[in-house]
T-cell receptor, first 111, second 113 residues
Framework: GQSLEQPSEVTAVEGAIVQINCTYQ??????LSWYQQHDGGAPTFLSY????GLEETGRFSSFLSRSDSYGYLLLQELQMKDSASYFC????????????FGKGTRLSVIA | KAGVTQTPRYLIKTRGQQVTLSCSPI?????VSWYQQTPGQGLQFLFE???????NKGNFPGRFSGRQFSNSRSEMNVSTLELGDSALYLC????????????FGSGTRLTVV
C-alpha cells in the first residue's frame, strides 16, 4: 500500500515564501500530485511531477526527488487567498491503482 | 465546459437509513472516483470506475457500494447508515488515460443523525 506524510499545519506571512513537504512510501511510483482545497470547496489540481526536478506554474512550484521519496510544494509571494488546505497524492502504478492522498496541510497566511 | 456535478449538495439522514449520491463527470471523462473526507483524515478512497467497471475499491465495509452507467454518470450508495458515515463525499473525474489532473465536484455533505 501507500502512505504519505505531510505537516498538518503551516503558518506564513503575506508576501513570503512557504514550502510544504511530502514524503511517501509506495511499492511502485507513478507521479506526485498536489491539490488545493479552500474551506467548503472542492479540491483543485495544482501540479504533477513524474520526474525528478522542479515544475513551475506561476507563483507555485513543485519539486520531486524519487530517490528520496520526497516532494514539496513551494508557494511564493503569498496572498491571503492562498489560505487553504494542500494535499499531496500519489499513484503507485499506472492506471490500475487509485490516487491516494495525504491528510493535508492547512496553510494560514497572516498579514 | 461544465464541471463535475454532484447531487444533492447537502443531505441529512437518520441512522439505519440508506442514501444514494449522484455524480455527473465532465463530458468525455470516463473515469470516476469517489472519496470520503472527514476532518483530520484527508481524502479516503472509496471506489474507482472506468467504463462501467469497478477498477478499484478502498477499505470500506460492504455497506458502501457504487456503480457507473453507460453515460459515465456514477452513483454511490450507503446502506444502514451509521453516525460515523457523516462526511463530505467527493467525486472526481478524469480522462481515462491520464495519470493526473482529477477534477473534483463540490461534494455532498452527508449528516447522519
Amino acid at each position: 500500500g501507500q502512505s504519505l506524510e505531510q505537516p498538518s499545519e503551516v503558518t506564513a506571512v503575506e508576501g513570503a515564501i512557504v514550502q510544504i513537504n511530502c514524503t511517501y512510501q509506495t511499492s511502485g511510483f507513478y507521479g506526485l500530485s498536489w491539490y488545493q482545497q479552500h474551506d467548503g470547496g472542492a479540491p483543485t489540481f495544482l501540479s504533477y511531477n513524474a520526474l525528478d526536478g522542479l515544475e513551475e506554474t506561476g507563483r507555485f512550484s513543485s519539486f520531486l526527488s524519487r530517490s528520496d521519496s520526497y516532494g514539496y510544494l513551494l508557494l511564493q509571494e503569498l496572498q491571503m487567498k492562498d489560505s487553504a488546505s494542500y494535499f499531496c497524492a500519489v499513484r503507485d502504478s499506472s492506471g490500475n491503482t487509485p490516487l491516494v492522498f495525504g491528510k493535508g496541510t492547512r496553510l494560514s497566511v497572516i498579514a | 465546459k461544465a464541471g463535475v456535478t454532484q447531487t444533492p449538495r447537502y443531505l441529512i439522514k437518520t441512522r439505519g437509513q440508506q442514501v444514494t449520491l449522484s455524480c455527473s463527470p465532465i463530458s468525455g471523462h470516463r473515469s470516476v472516483s469517489w472519496y470520503q473526507q472527514t476532518p483530520g483524515q484527508g481524502l479516503q478512497f472509496l471506489f474507482e470506475y472506468f467504463s462501467e467497471t469497478q477498477r478499484n475499491k478502498g477499505n470500506f465495509p460492504g455497506r458502501f457500494s457504487g456503480r457507473q452507467f453507460s453515460n459515465s454518470r456514477s452513483e454511490m450508495n450507503v446502506s444502514t447508515l451509521e453516525l460515523g458515515d457523516s462526511a463530505l463525499y467527493l467525486c472526481a473525474s478524469k480522462l481515462g488515460g491520464q495519470n493526473y489532473g482529477y477534477t473534483f465536484g463540490s461534494g455532498t455533505r452527508l449528516t447522519v443523525v
